[in-house]
């Protein structure tokens, strides 16, 4: 099946990955655009892997204040280069976890952060294991590998804290 350059742009501007990726996605998946975009994850995915030992020393803080400001939140998320951390993709993700941690109430970041109580929290209180609120096809952990295989750095939550008026 010959793949379009239509095809190839509008799985481009879906995902933002490369030419050549979306490309081989499209023929492997042949032409049909969710698989060739479940594909171009599993690659970021794949990756965000070989990533994980390297230092992310970058990265910005956002904040999110809920309309009515009864409830806000603050973000650490780290990236390896300050020029990645400039980018409006990685701004935008900041924003997307400042709003999910806003919404969601998470009591932890991931496994690692599982805090030292006897009763473990569930995994709806596992920022990484949420699902997504902007986009319940995926979870944060996956929203964050598929930014890391598009922008090419490792990138990970360092801290976040929430607060509702009241509490």
């Known amino acids: 099946m010959a793949i379009t350059i239509d095809e190839i742009k509008a799985l481009r501007e879906l995902t933002g990955a490369g030419v050549m990726d979306s490309k081989n996605a499209l ?76 919404a969601m109430d998470p009591a932890h970041i991931d496994d690692n952060d599982t805090p030292d109580v006897a009763d473990t929290t569930p995994d709806e209180k596992c920022l990484t294991k949420q699902v997504f609120i902007q986009d319940p096809s995926m979870t944060i952990s996956e929203l964050i590998n598929e930014a890391s295989g598009k922008l090419g750095e490792k990138i990970q939550i360092r801290r976040f804290v929430r607060y509702a008026l009241g509490e």
């Open 27 to 102: 023929s492997d998946a042949n032409g049909d655009q969710n698989k060739a975009i479940d594909i171009l994850r599993q690659k970021g995915i794949a990756s965000a892997a070989k990533r994980a030992d390297r230092e992310t020393n970058q990265g910005l803080i956002e904040s999110y204040i809920h309309s009515g400001g009864r409830i806000a939140s603050i973000v650490e998320v780290n990236c390896e280069t300050d020029f990645v951390a400039r980018t409006d993709d990685f701004k935008q993700l900041a924003h997307s976890i400042a709003m999910q941690v806003a």
